[in-house]
């Protein structure tokens, strides 16, 4: 059995590029983050730069630079009310969060404990982004009416199994009533984890069945990045071509250092300086693809709550068609179809 040993660098002062391991019984599933922890930044809009102004920016403090970066200064995910379920699977989360709580529709723990109560943070930080309630406090997500699925599939050190992601993604499919094919299964599945190895086959069939069901899965594309989007560092399960790999952008729509590259990148997001909900009812500042993956999976969120077609290839097509180009013209290593926008 192939072990790796999950590290957590936390630091008040920098960010540390790294990318985490998992011990388990085929090749290694990791939480991805660069990660740095401490208060909250000079502004909701990023670091110390309050000099700086972009146009996409608005006056309201609830919403975090990247979401600003995305709705381009005009925020819309607190408009529709319709019944969209993101499966979160990762460390669990703060379920009495007051910015998650009245969101969360199901909470279940993949990993034979008996609680998806998140100890760690990373998941609870996904989970703000995507979802945070609109109560003029704190952060607000990306769809900030979504009903979230709380699956937890990694540990309190965030390193958890592939076989307990697997557990997760049935979980996610099969919805809380436990049947495929009913109201109640997953819509999209967000996984802020991953690992540079291929885990095998079963790991890809269960990606594949949940695909075929109509389930959009979205992945990060992980943090082992050397700063050149010319070379390819490789991340599963995003690498897969039924899952949605993101990259991670600055303020600055540069991608970030870390961000891994190569052909299989679809789409970037903003993952640096990432201001959203933590552990303890708290809120704090993390980077990596971890973050960007969750401005991914809201918007996706928001565009079921519009009416789109919930299927995961018309998903992939709308999010292509309004995206930002950056970087080489069309497709490329780095942004894949570029910058993710909600039009």
Not at 262 to 271: C, L, S, T, W
Request: net charge negative.
């Amino acid at each position: 059995m192939q072990k790796l040993k999950a590290t957590l660098i936390i630091s008040i002062f920098f960010v540390s590029t790294f990318g985490l391991g998992i011990a388990m019984a085929v090749p290694n599933l990791v939480e991805d983050p660069t990660i740095q922890v401490g208060g909250p930044p000079c502004s909701l809009f990023g670091t110390c730069d309050s000099g700086t102004t972009y146009p996409w920016e608005d006056s309201d403090p609830e919403t975090p630079w990247g979401i600003e970066r995305v709705f381009n200064g005009n925020y819309y995910g607190d408009q529709y009310t319709t019944a969209v379920q993101v499966a979160i699977l990762d460390t669990g989360i703060d379920l009495d969060h007051p910015d998650l709580a009245p969101n969360i529709a199901w909470a279940v723990d993949a990993t034979g404990g008996n609680s998806a109560d998140d100890k760690n943070g990373h998941g609870t930080h996904v989970a703000g982004t995507i979802g945070a309630i609109r109560d003029n406090n704190g952060v607000v997500g990306m769809y900030a009416n979504v009903q979230i699925y709380a699956i937890k599939v990694l540990g309190n050190g965030g390193s958890g199994s592939w076989d307990d992601l697997i557990t997760g993604l049935d979980l996610a499919m099969r919805g809380p009533d436990g049947v495929v094919g009913t109201a109640d299964d997953a819509d999209v599945v967000s996984m802020s984890l991953g690992a540079s190895s291929d885990p095998g086959q079963a790991v890809h069939d269960k990606i594949i069945e949940l695909y075929n069901a109509g389930i959009t899965l979205v992945a990060a594309a992980g943090n082992d990045g050397d700063g050149d989007p010319s070379t390819t560092e490789m991340g599963y399960p995003a690498a897969y071509p039924e899952v949605i790999a993101v990259a991670a952008t600055d303020k600055d729509d540069s991608l970030a250092s870390f961000s891994n590259s190569g052909d299989y990148i679809d789409f970037a997001a903003p993952g640096k300086n990432i201001y959203s909900t933590y552990k303890g009812g708290g809120y704090d500042t993390l980077s990596g693809t971890s973050m960007a993956t969750p401005h991914v999976s809201g918007l996706v969120a928001l565009y079921l709550a519009m009416g789109g077609t919930r299927d995961p290839a018309a998903v992939y097509d709308w999010l292509k068609a309004n995206a930002l180009d950056l970087g080489p013209a069309g497709h490329d290593t780095g942004y894949g179809w570029g910058l993710i926008q909600a039009p």
